[in-house]
């Protein structure tokens, strides 16, 4: 083979590993496990954190004119000698929170 040959081959190769990489991480989503794990972390900054649970499915979330595949979750938490149950919507993609509701509390 010519170098010339093999450099081209070097780089088509390259590209289309560059395009393959780019392909997964643009479907890639996060783990179930790791987005409690944020979410438990940025809610007990003010301590008071029980418990919580995540669905392993995505699950399709509406917010204004967009359709988020979303991790749907919940958390108990206390609150003044009270414990408190708030549900999640986290985008399974970036780990953003898109909706997060205090349900009950008891």
């Known amino acids: 083979m010519k170098k010339e040959n093999i450099l081209l081959l070097a780089a088509s190769g390259f590209i289309v590993a560059n395009l393959f990489a780019k392909t997964i991480e643009k479907h890639a989503r996060l783990s179930p496990r ?18 919580g ?13 967009l359709t ?25 993609k970036t780990g953003s929170i898109l909706k997060i509701c205090r ?4």
């Open 34 to 51: 790791k987005v409690l794990f944020d979410i438990k972390k940025e809610l007990n900054k003010d301590k008071g954190f029980y418990d």
């Open 53 to 65: 649970w995540i669905e392993h499915k995505t699950v399709p979330f509406k917010k204004f004119a």
């Open 68 to 92: 988020h595949d979303a991790y749907h979750g919940g958390i108990l938490k206390k609150e003044n000698a009270k414990l408190a149950c708030y549900e999640f919507w986290v985008d399974s």
């Open 103 to 106: 349900t009950a509390q008891f």
